[in-house]
């Protein structure tokens, strides 16, 4: 049985181990939900709440890229972020290609700092997205979860890592 002075040495002994690093019992992950995917979205932080961000798909269309035309269409898209200056953060949300029930067929990070357009348009950028299929695109749409913060995770750093995680991008095959 343990004694009433073992008792009253607890708190202490378990407040110098949270304070000299040894607390790693209380490191954990979360993982944001996925938001819903749409044409244009504002962008949200890893806790739910919205940025002054917005971002968009302008277009996009099926084409061979020019430094690999022998492989075939691919889907060239341009996107938009509306809200991002240099004073911010560098937001950042998945696009994918989807068929006409909005079935992933592919998707890639895109960045504000990617947005560096023509000069009558400067808040625009483009990518390519390979999809094994090109011909079943039918749009492309954005993710609304900010995908620029990368917080070290418990199993990588257990002293340090641990909390919200913005959500896994999807995959081929994944419905939106």
């Known amino acids: 049985m343990l004694s009433a002075r073992a008792f009253a040495l607890a708190p202490p002994a378990l407040a110098v181990l949270a304070l ?8 954990t992950d979360t993982t944001a939900e996925r938001g819903e995917a749409a044409v244009r979205v504002r962008v949200v932080d890893t806790y739910g709440q919205p940025l002054r961000v917005t971002a968009s798909v ?20 341009r996107f ?5 200056d240099a004073y911010s ?13 909005r079935v992933v067929l592919g998707c890639q990070t895109v960045s504000s700092s990617e947005a560096f357009g023509p000069a ?10 390979a999809v094994d299929r090109p011909e079943q695109v039918a749009g492309v749409l954005l993710i609304p979860n900010d995908q ?4 070290p995770t418990c199993e990588i750093d257990v002293k ?16 939106l």
């Open 80 to 84: 938009r972020f509306d809200g991002a």
């Open 120 to 129: 009558d348009d400067p808040l625009t950028g483009d990518h390519w997205l």
């Open 89 to 101: 953060s560098d937001p950042a949300v998945d696009a994918c290609a989807v068929d006409r029930r």
């Open 148 to 151: 620029s913060y990368d917080r």
């Open 20 to 27: 000299s690093g040894c607390s790693s019992w209380v490191c």
């Open 160 to 175: 340090d890592g641990g909390g919200m995680h913005p959500p896994e991008p999807p995959g081929r095959g994944d419905r």
């Open 58 to 77: 302008v277009g996009w269309r099926l084409e061979p890229h020019p430094q690999v035309p022998a492989e075939g269409d691919r889907v060239h898209f």
